[in-house]
């Protein structure tokens, strides 16, 4: 069982940057795929950006290539999200999640074996 833990969320200007964090339990994080999700209101939950366990291997979303950037810290058992240039769409609950596969990763939300519990971000105009 792997609990996950996100933090860093809140409300931010058009333009400017956030960092989320998700702490994860348990001794075998450098298993695990991890992968950042967000779903805003009304919508499908989207595929932000997700990294194979070794770190060697990133996906991002469409929407958010070239802006935001995913890294991990396997040895303190910490995946990140650095968001850039936030836009008002960005607005959404952000979930990270992660994947016990040792290597590569899925994209497919369906996949993915335990959630945290969310942060939202909101993006002002």
């Known amino acids: 069982q792997v609990q996950l833990v996100e933090s860093g969320g809140g409300l931010v200007q058009a333009g400017g940057s956030l960092r989320l964090s998700c702490a994860a339990s348990g001794r075998t994080f450098s298993r695990y795929a991890m992968g950042w999700f967000r779903q805003a209101p009304g919508k499908e939950r989207e595929i932000v950006a997700v990294?194979?366990?070794?770190?060697?291997?990133?996906y991002y979303g469409d929407s958010v290539k070239g802006r935001f950037t995913i890294s991990r810290d396997n040895a303190a058992n910490t995946v990140y999200l650095r968001m850039n240039s936030l836009k008002p769409e960005d607005t959404a609950a952000y979930y990270c999640?992660?994947?016990?596969?040792?290597?590569?990763?899925?994209?497919?939300?369906?996949?993915?074996?335990?959630w945290g519990q969310g942060t939202q971000v909101t993006v002002s105009s």
């Open positions: 999640a992660a994947e016990q596969r040792p290597m590569g990763f899925t994209i497919r939300p369906s996949e993915y074996d335990f």
């Open positions: 990294m194979s366990g070794s770190g060697g291997n990133t």
